[in-house]
């Protein structure tokens, strides 16, 4: 990816005539281009990594895979939130890790975990680089120095069970490599998070992932039979069978770890066959808590969707669902829902009547294929357009949380609020966007995008609003993240989720696997 942006150059998106004109309209964004330093323009902290630790670790994984280059450390210097790219942006000195290791093995991770330990240097695992919520942040806490272990050398499809249904992935593989080796065998993962075409499989199990086929293929933790992780006391192999009554499922305790824990190093996940069958179908209803009841009523029926979402009257009339067409036309009056179902001919035909059936009970009225097809199609492509947003002048980032269904209105609400109110206090209108991303029989996951003005620090800005927002969520019955994890930004919140006692036991767990603290500091654990 590019290092002060989403992704690929190549798929930037200019904003058009009908963004800008929203822009400054609606919120007053006196639209530009700004200039942006170019990477050998940015001034970073020297590395701080001894020359003798740097031919000590790399003996252990070759001088090739230790990194020092200040390219090598920019690149994974954090992730992509908004936070982070506005950082990118400032000419004044940035913090990197002191160097970059990229191990092939277990053997080579747990050697360097060891010298890490023993030399008191901090370790930040790297997969696709796509954390939003600070996960790569190079948080040194009192550790002299700081590596970065990217993981993409951990790369293969070490075996597939066709028989059981699962397959055992290299935590290094990214979403698209993942489904062209289980492609080629006939089969597919079916996790399509946003940040698919770079998030990794070991990412995805490390920060409870959640895709946008989770109707039908549930998230991430749903899908993982067994793991293994690479810790500085020692290696977990966890997962015997499908199902067990052995106490405590151990496998938790890495799932959503964000490497704080240890280094997963394989994933044996769920599979199932490349669906041949696909239908797709659109729906508008008159407004929100319309199409929300029809969202409960499909999931608590049962009828099996495998994507199934709704946006909010904002978000449908700036068309952010299609990406495409973003700020160009209103596809219609009310709240757009997008289904799609996957599987055999007769499965796909029998689901989608019966989810039909109870969507136009439920007061929906089709739009057919095509806003469907068009979500798809561009359903990868949103971030590209933040980029252009912010080098325009604009404040944009996303945020999410989850509660149970009686509990979305109020929810909603108050989060919209917060923002709004925050964003107001700093000179500028808010748009706040809402969709309901991923459902379940109790309660569903809200998605919100918002785009304001930037004022003055817009770093601080955005930190003041996700803060009300943030606080927003604990007041009201929400979770501090559904899906993008905990990292540094949302820990000062994992009090209020977790409590004080969970508190004392993700310590525990953490002085029981990494008693030196040198993995991931200042992330998820209070």
């Given at each position: 990816m590019k290092w002060n942006a989403w992704g690929d150059p190549e798929q930037a998106k200019p904003l058009s005539d009908g963004i800008r004109a929203l822009l400054e309209q609606a919120l007053g964004v006196e639209t530009s281009t700004a200039a942006e330093l170019g990477a050998d323009e940015v001034r970073l902290r020297p590395s701080g990594l001894p020359d003798a630790d740097r031919d000590s670790l790399a003996a252990i994984v070759g001088a090739d895979y230790c990194r020092v280059d200040d390219l090598g450390r920019l690149l994974r210097a954090g992730g992509k939130s908004t936070l982070d790219l506005l950082r990118r942006r400032d000419s004044g000195e940035q913090d990197a890790p002191d160097a970059v290791l990229l191990p092939r093995d277990e053997d080579e991770i747990a050697a360097i975990l060891r010298y890490c330990t023993d030399h008191r240097i901090a370790v930040v695992p790297f997969g696709g680089g796509t954390s939003v919520v600070g996960g790569l942040d190079p948080i040194r806490a009192d550790f002299p120095a700081l590596v970065s272990l990217d993981l993409r050398r951990l790369d293969e499809l070490h075996s597939i069970d066709e028989v059981s249904g699962e397959a055992e992935l290299g935590a290094g593989l990214t979403g698209p490599d993942a489904e062209r080796l289980l492609g080629e065998r006939g089969f597919s993962l079916?996790?399509?998070?946003?940040?698919?075409?770079?998030?990794?499989?070991?990412?995805?199990?490390?920060?409870?992932?959640?895709?946008?086929?989770?109707?039908?293929?549930?998230?991430?933790?749903?899908?993982?039979?067994?793991?293994?992780?690479?810790?500085?006391?020692?290696?977990?192999?966890?997962?015997?069978?499908?199902?067990?009554?052995?106490?405590?499922?151990?496998?938790?305790?890495?799932?959503?770890?964000?490497?704080?824990?240890?280094?997963?190093?394989?994933?044996?996940?769920?599979?199932?066959?490349?669906?041949?069958?696909?239908?797709?179908?659109?729906?508008?209803?008159?407004?929100?808590?319309?199409?929300?009841?029809?969202?409960?009523?499909?999931?608590?029926?049962?009828?099996?969707?495998?994507?199934?979402?709704?946006?909010?009257?904002?978000?449908?009339?700036?068309?952010?669902?299609?990406?495409?067409?973003?700020?160009?036309?209103?596809?219609?009056?009310?709240?757009?829902?997008?289904?799609?179902?996957?599987?055999?001919?007769?499965?796909?035909?029998?689901?989608?009547?019966?989810?039909?059936?109870?969507?136009?009970?439920?007061?929906?009225?089709?739009?057919?294929?095509?806003?469907?097809?068009?979500?798809?199609?561009?359903?990868?492509?949103?971030?590209?357009?933040?980029?252009?947003?912010?080098?325009?002048?604009?404040?944009?980032?996303?945020?999410?949380?989850?509660?149970?269904?009686?509990?979305?209105?109020?929810?909603?609400?108050?989060?919209?609020?917060?923002?709004?109110?925050?964003?107001?206090?700093?000179?500028?209108?808010?748009?706040?966007?809402?969709?309901?991303?991923?459902?379940?029989?109790?309660?569903?996951?809200?998605?919100?995008?918002?785009?304001?003005?930037?004022?003055?620090?817009?770093?601080?800005?955005?930190?003041?609003?996700?803060?009300?927002?943030?606080?927003?969520?604990?007041?009201?019955?929400?979770?501090?993240t559904h899906h993008h994890a905990v990292g540094a930004d949302h820990r000062p919140w994992m009090r209020d989720e977790v409590g004080d006692l969970g508190v004392a036991v993700l310590r525990a767990v953490k002085a029981t696997l990494d008693p030196a603290g040198i993995l991931n500091p200042g992330k998820l654990i209070p």
């Open positions: 079916g996790h399509f998070p946003q940040s698919f075409q770079f998030a990794t499989i070991g990412g995805f199990a490390a920060t409870r992932s959640s895709g946008q086929d989770s109707a039908g293929y549930g998230r991430f933790n749903d899908m993982v039979r067994g793991l293994r992780a690479v810790t500085p006391t020692g290696v977990l192999d966890l997962g015997r069978a499908p199902e067990s009554a052995a106490g405590p499922d151990l496998r938790q305790l890495l799932i959503g770890s964000e490497g704080t824990f240890g280094i997963i190093t394989r994933v044996r996940v769920r599979v199932h066959p490349v669906p041949p069958a696909t239908r797709y179908e659109a729906w508008s209803f008159p407004d929100f808590a319309t199409g929300a009841d029809a969202l409960r009523a499909v999931v608590q029926t049962g009828t099996g969707p495998t994507v199934i979402r709704l946006s909010d009257e904002a978000e449908t009339g700036v068309n952010l669902a299609t990406t495409e067409n973003i700020g160009e036309k209103q596809i219609t009056g009310g709240c757009l829902a997008i289904t799609a179902f996957e599987g055999t001919e007769a499965h796909v035909a029998s689901r989608h009547a019966e989810t039909r059936a109870v969507l136009q009970a439920a007061g929906g009225t089709s739009l057919g294929e095509e806003p469907a097809r068009a979500w798809e199609h561009g359903r990868f492509g949103a971030p590209y357009l933040r980029d252009s947003l912010l080098s325009a002048g604009a404040l944009c980032e996303t945020l999410e949380t989850a509660t149970n269904w009686s509990n979305v209105p109020a929810l909603k609400a108050a989060v919209t609020e917060a923002l709004t109110n925050s964003l107001g206090e700093s000179g500028t209108a808010a748009l706040v966007l809402c969709h309901i991303s991923h459902v379940y029989p109790t309660g569903a996951s809200l998605y919100f995008t918002v785009v304001s003005a930037q004022r003055g620090n817009p770093i601080e800005q955005w930190r003041k609003a996700k803060a009300a927002a943030s606080d927003a969520m604990m007041r009201t019955g929400g979770t501090i």
